[in-house]
């Protein structure tokens, strides 16, 4: 995505998002260059502050996107030329391109957006803060109160005991299948992904330095004989372990560069990974969440509210092919139609009777720009209602239910926008511990969890009393950048589809690359009741629930050994792994484990 500086860029910046110009007197002028004179007089406007040449900015891209918005691409692609951007991994052409399916443009988004924001209200400063470097101060997080979307909390709502039988569920993240991934491709290159046949080294152009062997590269993303090779292993290193099914919690498209990507690319790599589980995972059925990188363009999704989802729609009827259709995966009808109608998200009960419950994260992503428009609304894309309402009516049935979804809505990242993050926590923390089983997410590429605390996120609300909920990160199989690639499986509980354990395997890949002509070693990395439990402590029937992750989280805070663990842990022992010692590194880190959403990190990490 492109980041614009503030200055004559100001409006670039305002018109990044905003594009635009009230029409100019001269009727010899074409739009576009009434357009782009408007912005610039935005843009030289001393007697205006930052924020108000940026809401400005907008105001005035929303009048030229309603009445002309062919013309948006072309003068946002102006200015940022003017701004001298020219960056690594696109250029002003690329991002700021109309319609096309050639390359990952967004210019027609932008236009969209501008279409629907309030410039001068919270759309206006959000967009100013996020898309043009602060321009304005990020607002309050509005009050998104959800409660009367369900009834009172029982009074008897606690987590079931445990049945002491357990069946197998494995879960996979991240692929990230490199279609371009080329043996003998340059390693240390100068793009954002490398062994790409596009891949080359600045200093080196003509001349490869480090070619990469048959299993990539710790720069590059997954060649798809990798992506083979890991699938392939669970059943190999476990030992003839039966599983259930199987959980992919999303991101299926390279790291590429957005000129390097187009909507047939998308559909390739797409059906590449889904092709990849049917063939080797002995047939289980595999529950998916979309990712960011798995849209075209990179991360935009439109709600159906916006009036633009039709832009969108032929992913999830891609989705409903081939996870129902095609690989039998999916065989609730309702599901099917919840896939086509809701953005590919579906709920549906296994046969051992777990309420599984897939959403889309687009709509809570940072760089979806679909999600900067009526942001005082709690819900635009209505997949909140849905879950909510889903995990009412588990509630009225007594039944348990996993969310499988891919960007993390707290510590863990910084993608995930304020707003949906907090309407996020209120639905889990109404419908925890009874009803909430497990939460699973991808996007980070580490080894990782994330607790859900009751409270404004100060150190000192984070008892053992307010923990109400933990969120398991899968680890990704690209090793995509300087990880070890990984997956694991999960003990659950029979009865109340509590986690009871996670096994956990990686591939040393700097192993697999000294010797390339030998098939790569998974090796166990680590049981989470083995590596964070070592005493047995925690009762053996007792499930690995939001309290026994809450005494982890501290363990890593305050004891040295157990940091070193848990990063190498996230790390998959990648030769990559730095220490983390400093006061400034392990707050830092307790920040992120115990932030459910982003004003409980932002209020943590000041407490430093």
């Given at each position: 995505?492109v980041?614009f500086?503030?200055?004559?860029?100001?409006?670039?910046?305002?018109?990044?998002?905003a594009?635009g110009a009230?029409?100019?007197?001269?009727?010899s002028?074409?739009?576009e260059?009434?357009?782009?004179?408007?912005?610039?007089?935005?843009?030289?406007?001393s007697?205006l502050?930052k924020?108000?040449?940026c809401?400005?900015?907008?105001?005035?891209?929303k009048?030229?996107?309603?009445?002309?918005?062919?013309?948006?691409?072309?003068v946002?692609?102006?200015?940022?030329?003017?701004?001298?951007y020219?960056?690594a991994?696109?250029s002003?052409?690329?991002?700021?391109?109309?319609n096309t399916?050639?390359?990952?443009?967004?210019?027609v988004?932008?236009?969209n957006v501008?279409?629907?924001?309030?410039?001068h209200?919270?759309d206006?400063?959000?967009?100013?803060?996020?898309k043009f470097n602060?321009?304005c101060?990020k607002?309050d997080?509005?009050?998104?109160d959800v409660?009367s979307?369900?009834?009172?909390?029982?009074s008897?709502?606690v987590?079931?005991?445990t049945?002491?039988e357990?069946?197998?569920?494995?879960?996979v993240?991240?692929?990230?299948?490199?279609?371009t991934?080329?043996?003998?491709?340059?390693v240390n290159?100068?793009q954002?992904?490398?062994?790409s046949?596009?891949s080359?080294?600045s200093h080196?152009p003509n001349?490869?330095?480090?070619p990469?062997?048959r299993w990539?590269g710790?720069s590059?993303?997954s060649?798809e004989?990798?992506?083979?090779n890991?699938?392939?292993?669970?059943g190999?290193?476990?030992?003839?372990t039966?599983?259930?099914?199987?959980?992919?919690t999303?991101?299926?498209?390279?790291?590429g560069?957005?000129?390097?990507?187009?909507?047939?690319d998308?559909?390739?790599?797409?059906e590449?990974a889904?092709?990849?589980?049917?063939d080797?995972?002995?047939?289980i059925?595999v529950?998916?969440?979309l990712?960011?990188?798995?849209?075209?363009?990179?991360?935009?999704?439109?709600?159906q509210?916006?009036?633009?989802?039709?832009r969108?729609?032929?992913?999830?009827?891609?989705?409903?092919?081939l996870?129902?259709d095609?690989?039998h995966?999916i065989?609730d009808?309702?599901?099917?139609?919840?896939i086509?109608?809701?953005?590919?998200?579906?709920s549906?009960?296994t046969?051992?009777?777990?309420r599984?419950?897939?959403?889309?994260?687009?709509?809570w992503?940072?760089?979806?720009?679909?999600n900067f428009?009526?942001m005082?609304?709690p819900d635009t894309s209505?997949?909140?209602?849905?879950l909510?309402?889903?995990?009412?009516?588990c509630?009225?049935n007594?039944q348990r239910?996993?969310?499988i979804?891919?960007v993390?809505?707290?510590g863990?990242t910084?993608d995930?926008l304020?707003?949906p993050?907090?309407?996020?926590?209120q639905?889990v923390?109404?419908?925890?511990?009874?009803?909430?089983?497990a939460?699973?997410?991808g996007h980070?590429?580490?080894?990782q969890?994330?607790?859900?605390?009751a409270?404004d996120?100060k150190n000192?609300s984070?008892t053992?009393?307010?923990?109400?909920?933990?969120?398991?990160?899968g680890?990704?199989?690209t090793?995509?950048?300087?990880?070890?690639?990984?997956?694991?499986?999960?003990?659950?509980?029979?009865?109340t589809?509590?986690?009871m354990d996670?096994?956990n395997?990686?591939?040393?890949?700097d192993d697999?690359i000294?010797?390339a002509?030998?098939?790569p070693?998974?090796?166990?990395?680590?049981?989470?009741?083995?590596?964070?439990d070592?005493?047995?402590k925690w009762p053996s029937d007792a499930?690995?629930?939001?309290t026994?992750?809450?005494?982890?989280?501290?363990?890593?805070?305050?004891?040295q050994?157990?940091?070193?663990?848990?990063?190498?842990?996230?790390?998959?022992?990648s030769?990559y792994v730095k220490?983390?010692?400093?006061d400034?590194?392990?707050h830092?880190l307790f920040c992120?484990?115990?932030?459910g959403?982003i004003?409980?990190?932002n209020?943590?990490?000041?407490e430093?």
């Open positions: 995505m980041t500086t503030f200055t004559a860029m100001g409006i670039l910046m305002a018109l990044l998002m594009l009230i029409a100019g007197d001269n009727s002028k074409s739009k260059d009434q357009a782009y004179d408007e912005v610039q007089d935005i843009v030289k406007n007697s502050s924020c108000d040449k809401t400005n900015g907008l105001a005035v891209g009048k030229w996107a309603r009445s002309d918005p062919d013309i948006v691409p072309n946002l692609m102006r200015l940022c030329k003017d701004d001298g020219s960056g991994f696109s002003c052409n690329v991002t700021f391109a109309g399916t050639e390359y990952s443009a967004m210019g988004d932008v236009a501008l279409t629907l924001i309030d410039p209200g919270v206006g400063k959000y967009i100013c803060n996020y602060g321009a101060s607002p997080t509005p009050d998104l409660s979307w369900w009834s009172d909390k029982p008897d709502a987590e079931p005991k049945s002491g357990t069946f197998n569920v494995i879960h993240s991240d692929v990230h299948v490199e279609l991934f080329k043996e003998g491709a340059e290159c100068s954002s992904m490398c062994c046949s596009l080359y080294n080196s001349q490869v330095l480090d990469a062997t990539g710790y590059c993303d060649p004989l990798l992506i083979e890991a699938l392939q292993s669970i190999k290193v476990t030992d003839g039966e599983f259930d099914f199987a959980l992919f999303g991101d299926m498209i390279d790291h560069n957005d000129k390097d990507r187009s909507l047939n998308t559909i390739d790599a797409e590449t889904y092709r990849q589980f049917k080797n995972l002995n047939g059925p529950y998916i969440t990712g960011n990188h798995d849209t075209f363009p990179y991360g935009q999704n439109a709600q509210s916006s009036g633009f989802y039709d969108y729609k032929w992913n999830y009827d891609l989705a409903a092919d996870w129902a095609k690989y995966w065989d009808p309702e599901a099917v139609k919840e086509k109608s809701s953005y590919a998200s579906f549906l009960t046969k051992r009777g777990l599984i419950i897939s959403l889309d994260s687009n709509f992503y940072k760089d979806n720009y679909y428009w009526n005082s609304s209505g997949l909140f209602k849905f909510a309402d889903e995990l009412s009516e509630e009225k007594n239910a996993w969310i979804t891919h993390p809505t707290g863990a910084s995930v304020p707003g993050s907090k309407v996020f926590n639905i923390e109404r419908f925890s511990p009874h009803v909430i089983a939460i699973f997410f980070t590429h580490e080894d969890f994330q607790l859900f605390y409270g996120g000192s984070k053992a009393e307010n923990v109400f909920q933990v969120a398991y990160l680890q990704s199989i090793p995509f950048k300087q990880l070890n690639p990984g997956w694991r499986y999960y003990k659950v509980d029979s009865k589809f509590s986690i996670s096994v395997y990686y591939m040393p890949l697999a000294n010797h002509d030998q098939d070693q998974w090796k166990l990395g680590y049981t989470a009741r083995d590596q964070y070592p005493d047995s499930p690995l629930n939001a026994f992750w809450h005494n982890v989280a501290h363990s890593i805070y305050s004891d050994d157990t940091r070193d663990a848990y990063v190498k842990n996230e790390m998959r022992n030769p220490k983390c010692t400093d400034s590194c392990r830092d992120k484990l115990t932030s959403t004003d409980q990190l209020t943590c990490k000041s430093k």
